[in-house]
């Protein structure tokens, strides 16, 4: 909020990540607050200050921070219902329209694609919801998130096993603000393809998503949605 910019990143070395206030201008020096974890994912949120998703003990944890400058902190593990033991590998956050974090987030256990909302800006409280699986294949591993024309949150994933070679690119549109549900449609079906993938809206209001092949002749792919849900052929009256 004070025009200068946030940024997290992972430090291999001791395998601690941190977020940094990057000073800009001529000065190349940062502010920095160590963190364990690993695969973050970061926001800004209602109350105008920094979110952080991220995963460190087997478990999807969020960081609200109390300052602009991330000086301090609250960290807190999101409960996932149900018994998975191991989830939040890979997240992405963001914040719905009624002003609290959503978090879509990958069950390591039972290889799903989950939602999580909270009800509190720094997420002390927060419901999960399983958004979509299929018996024995991965989905979700590899997402991404961003919040539709619609003021709902839009993911787009991998389904399926890319080391197999047989991912494919979803998309997802939740049904309601808390995104306890959503609708889900195959944007790529070729195989191998929808890992690595990132999604916004464009100035058309529609989105727009890059992802990855990763056999054969790798290659960087773009689609953009001819609607908000992503579905062809389909218009709104």
């Known amino acids: ?11 291999n070395e001791s395998a601690v990540g941190y977020t940094a206030q990057e000073i800009c201008g001529n000065h190349s020096d940062a502010s920095h607050l160590t963190i364990g974890g690993t695969g973050f994912s970061f926001n800004i949120g209602s109350d105008s200050l920094p979110l952080i998703s991220f995963y460190n003990n087997s478990k999807l944890n969020v960081i609200h921070c109390n300052d602009i400058y991330c000086t301090s902190f609250d960290a807190l593990p999101i409960s996932y219902t149900g018994s998975s033991l191991n989830y939040g590998s890979h997240s992405c956050i963001i914040v719905a329209s009624d ?7 990958y069950d390591d256990q039972y290889l799903t694609l989950r939602s999580a909302h909270c009800t509190t800006h720094n997420c002390s409280a927060a419901t999960s919801y399983l958004l979509e699986e299929v018996a024995g294949s991965p989905v979700g ?6 919040v539709g024309s619609d003021s709902r949150g839009i993911v787009s994933f991998a389904f399926g096993d890319a080391n197999v070679g047989q991912a494919q690119l979803k998309f997802g549109h939740c049904s309601n603000t808390i995104c ?5 449609v195959f944007v790529d079906t070729e195989t191998s393809v929808g890992t690595g993938s990132s ?4 100035s058309d209001r529609v989105p727009v998503i890059t992802y990855n092949r990763v056999t054969g002749e790798r290659q960087t792919k773009v689609v953009h949605c001819s609607n908000k849900f992503c579905i062809p052929y389909f218009r709104e009256r």
């Open 199 to 202: 999604i916004l809206v464009g």
């Open 1 to 11: 909020t004070d025009t200068l910019n946030i940024l997290t990143c992972y430090k």
């Open 180 to 184: 306890s549900s959503m609708t889900s």
């Open 141 to 146: 591993y590899d997402h991404s998130c961003f």
């Open 99 to 105: 002003g609290y974090p959503t978090i879509f987030s």
